[in-house]
T-cell receptor, first 112, second 114 residues
Framework: KQEVTQIPAALSVPEGENLVLNCSFT??????LQWFRQDPGKGLTSLLL?????REQTSGRLNASLDKSSGRSTLYIAASQPGDSATYLC???????????FGKGTSLLVTP | GAGVSQSPSNKVTEKGKDVELRCDPI?????LYWYRQSLGQGLEFLIY????????KSGLPSDRFSAERTGGSVSTLTIQRTQQEDSAVYLC????????????FGPGTRLTVL
């Protein structure tokens, strides 16, 4: 069974810092990997999707990388802002292509 | 355009009662998914639909849970004889097709069983 782990569980940084969130998974046979953001009491917002054949994806201040062979992905956030405060979730899509396996998330707090 | 919507946003029920949760996917999305987010448990997959068909129901936690989708659009998740351990946030997602596409999530229904 695919296990997805996110480290750290919580992170607090001052505004302006660059930061890295880590995601690891046990089975390298994946279809794709998605990073989501969840604000308190809200649903999930998709940030980036990386197909298994890709190495990275970028959107604005966000950059996600994927190393499938080592079972790792990182989400890099540049020049963090208080509005980035949220829980960030990593989800792995198995070869079947539908049932996302989620990590438990990293709770990020960016202080002004 | 409109995103995935779910209703109700909150539901409080008594143990033993039946509940129905509704999901309206993004128009044109053929794939629809149900997940559950429990405190301390993270997000777990329940079931998905391709059109009106549910090829994989293995994620449903018990036979008290069922789901249907009609007209390739709206889906209903029904929980019969609710138990306190059913308390969670139930999230619905949709995608253009199964496999490679981004899954877009609704705001969820928070279910509390007293």
């Amino acid at each position: 069974k695919q296990e997805v782990t996110q480290i750290p569980a919580a992170l607090s940084v001052p505004e302006g810092e660059n930061l890295v969130l880590n995601c690891s998974f046990t089975d390298s046979a994946i279809y794709n990997l998605q990073w989501f953001r969840q604000d308190p009491g809200k649903g999930l917002t998709s940030l980036l999707l990386i197909q298994s054949s890709q190495r990275e994806q970028t959107s604005g201040r966000l950059n996600a990388s994927l190393d499938k062979s080592s079972g790792r992905s990182t989400l890099y956030i540049a020049a963090s802002q208080p509005g980035d405060s949220a829980t960030y979730l990593c989800a792995v899509n198995p070869p079947s292509g539908y049932a996302l396996n989620f990590g438990k998330g990293t709770s990020l707090l960016v202080t002004p | 355009g409109a995103g995935v919507s779910q209703s109700p946003s909150n539901k409080v029920t008594e143990k033993g009662k039946d509940v129905e949760l509704r999901c309206d996917p993004i128009s044109g999305h053929t794939a629809l998914y149900w997940y559950r987010q429990s405190l301390g448990q993270g997000l777990e997959f329940l079931i998905y639909f391709q059109g009106n068909s549910a090829p994989d129901k293995s994620g449903l936690p018990s036979d008290r849970f069922s789901a249907e989708r009609t007209g390739g659009s709206v889906s209903t998740l029904t929980i019969q004889r609710t138990q306190q351990e059913d308390s969670a946030v139930y999230l619905c997602a949709s995608s253009v097709t199964v496999t490679t596409d981004t899954q877009y999530f609704g705001p969820g229904t928070r279910l509390t069983v007293l």
